[in-house]
């Protein structure tokens, strides 16, 4: 009994022994190579699962994989076995200690004699580099040259889409207002900076393109015959925070490391490379998806609104320097002119772009198109292709689209599917008919944007309410039933859980507010609201409607189907201020709905010289059911 104790003792001695080499072999290589790095390098040889084991022989095998680099070792070593294969690595770790501390002296010494004559280096470097290409050509920047002057000579024809741009202001279909806002913000002595709002297609790069076009023809325009139009996207343009490189400000190459000329790298002078906005200079700084850029980049390019200059700065500039040529000198010392108007476009909402921006810049939003607009833009188009489109071609396009460009490019397709199908030798006009657009619709698998349209009927427990995405406003169909409380004061009342819980707030709002109109309790009734679609409301405007359809389904009297509401309802009837008026009376008629009823406080943001829907204000649940021609109870 004592004797097998005592071998147990002695076991569990030698393997706390082992534990602890195996644990310092670990902490040898943590030093080595990082605590980082050993993860990394564990999990790439497949040993981090070893690594964390307790079992000192799965520790040794990743042990194995690590020193050995090898993952292909599986075999886990048997505990006899452990001492020697411990005695082995503890070697070849040695080794490899050994190697990476000469290693690092060399690199150190290397380093030294590489500071020590970094000129002369360099400069052996060059000569040796000339001698070898014999002057500023040979065979390989020859041939080169030939393969790019090939390529030059093939050109394909224009796209469908530059062909088919605006070329007047004339042109641009359903921006009438902001066009010439536009145009008077460029064409006065005093220009001033711009944002565009709009959704996407709808001309607004195109309308500051040819506003700038317009105003240099003025007598009094600011803007010379010769003023540039420089476009860039906001959302791709990317840049060093060391101003390494900054293609919109403009970036210093310093000498040797960033590409300077030749005779400036030698001499060591910097040189400023000037960016886009300095390309702008006297003209138009046109910047697409700008809310999409670097927020710090922005603020840069506030600085330079305010200069009307670009600043360099260089550790490798000497202004005592006589190699330093006068340019270079002026940059330096005067910065670089950057006088430019600056027309951003967004298609996000104003309250998502930077305050600072937005303070420097006169806004102008670009309005979504109608069906009307889009199919006088295909139709426009469609002249200019010298095509015959067939009844109903250009209305069926409208249908499945809010985007001009996008309509234009269905056009396109259709137009290539027509001149495909001609027989060569006919010269007859490309005739473009519904089932040809449907072939295009169905290949690129589009369906129709407006998916609730409104009708002249009546309806029980069904009305039409307004919702916005972005730009683009949307008809939403809501509808509810009402039966008799299964148990009597004990009703229900079920909603889209989808739906947002501020869309849930407004049920038991319009609830509240039913009893206190009508003097009737929602507890006698198992009520069912549903949202159809399970479209989500973020936001309270939907109250109106839904307190209009619980009303109109506990007391079952139809409502009209070409009315949509909006509007946040209070407890004490009142009916509240929303937002994003203009988009959604935009989509009320997208949607072919006659009236709007809208809050009171709303009534001044109806676009002006609006037509074809009647907006009616309403202050009260009383004046929206009174619109409605719907008897209001009493309590």
Not at 449 to 461: I, K
């Amino acid at each position: 009994m004592h004797t097998s104790t005592a071998g147990k003792s002695g076991q569990k001695n030698r393997l706390t022994r082992l534990e602890k080499k195996i644990a310092s072999l670990y902490s040898l290589l943590a030093d080595l190579y990082g605590p980082d790095k050993l993860v990394l390098r564990g999990g790439k040889l497949g040993a981090l699962k070893l690594m964390r084991s307790a079992d000192p022989a799965e520790q040794v095998l990743g042990l194995q994989r690590l020193i050995y680099e090898d993952p292909t070792l599986d075999q886990v070593p048997e505990v006899t076995r452990i001492p020697s294969i411990i005695s082995l690595l503890e070697d070849e770790l040695a080794e490899i200690i050994a190697r990476r501390t000469v290693e690092d002296e060399l690199e150190k010494k290397i380093n030294d004699r590489l500071r020590e004559r970094h000129e002369e280096y360099v400069k052996e470097i060059r000569l040796q580099v000339m001698k070898e290409n014999s002057g500023a050509e040979n065979a390989r920047t020859l041939k080169k040259l030939a393969v790019l002057e090939k390529m030059e000579s093939k050109q394909l024809a224009r796209t469908a889409m530059e062909f088919l741009r605006p070329r007047r202001l004339e042109e641009i279909v359903g921006q009438e207002q902001a066009v010439q806002a536009l145009l008077a913000k460029l064409a006065s002595p005093y220009p001033q900076h711009v944002l565009l709002y709009g959704p996407p297609g709808v001309g607004k790069t195109t309308a500051a393109r040819l506003a700038l076009e317009a105003a240099r023809r003025l007598p009094h325009s600011p803007f010379a015959a010769d003023a540039p139009f420089v476009e860039v996207n906001g959302a791709v343009l990317r840049w060093d925070p060391r101003e390494v490189t900054n293609p919109l400000l403009g970036s210093v190459h310093d000498p040797i490391y960033q590409g300077a000329r030749r005779d400036l790298a030698d001499s060591g002078v910097p040189e400023p490379k000037l960016g886009l906005v300095s390309e702008a200079h006297g003209g138009v700084l046109f910047i697409d998806e700008i809310g999409e850029m670097d927020p710090l980049l922005q603020s840069k390019l506030l600085k330079v609104l305010e200069d009307r200059r670009v600043y360099f700065d260089s550790s490798y500039y000497d202004p005592h320097d006589p190699q330093v040529p006068s340019y270079v000198r002026k940059l330096f010392e005067d910065g670089a002119p950057a006088d430019f108007v600056l027309i951003g476009a967004t298609t996000r909402e104003p309250e998502e772009v930077s305050p600072a921006l937005r303070s420097r810049c006169a806004e102008i939003f670009f309005q979504p198109l109608t069906p009307a607009e889009l199919v006088q833009i295909v139709r426009q188009a469609a002249r200019k292709l010298k095509a015959s489109l067939k009844p109903g071609a250009a209305e069926l396009i409208a249908q499945y689209t809010m985007e001009g460009r996008k309509a234009i490019n269905i056009l396109a397709d259709a137009y290539s599917l027509a001149r495909a199908r001609q027989p060569e030798s006919s010269r007859a006009r490309p005739a473009i008919d519904r089932e040809l657009v449907m072939q295009v619709l169905q290949a690129s698998r589009l369906t129709p944007y407006v998916t609730t349209r409104a009708s002249a009927a009546r309806e029980v427990g069904k009305i039409l309410g307004l919702g916005v995405a972005g730009f683009l406003g949307s008809v939403l169909e809501f509808e509810a039933v009402a039966f008799p409380a299964a148990r009597a004061g004990q009703g229900s009342i079920r909603f889209n859980e989808t739906a947002g819980s501020m869309a849930r707030d407004a049920v038991f709002n319009a609830a509240t507010l039913l009893r206190g109109v009508s003097g009737q309790d929602l507890s006698e009734y198992d009520l069912h609201i549903n949202v159809v679609g399970g479209g989500r409301i973020d936001g309270p405007s939907a109250g109106l409607a839904l307190f209009l359809v619980i009303y109109s389904a506990i007391n079952q009297i139809p409502l009209p189907q070409d009315v949509a509401v909006t509007g946040e309802v209070s407890l004490r009837g009142q009916v509240r201020a929303v937002g994003s008026i203009a988009e959604k009376i935009y989509g009320a008629r997208q949607a072919g709905v006659k009236r709007v009823l809208l809050p009171t406080e709303n009534a001044a943001e109806v676009p002006a010289g609006l037509t074809g829907i009647q907006v009616v204000p309403v202050q009260d649940v009383r004046q929206a059911l009174a619109a409605l021609e719907l008897p209001a109870g009493t309590s």
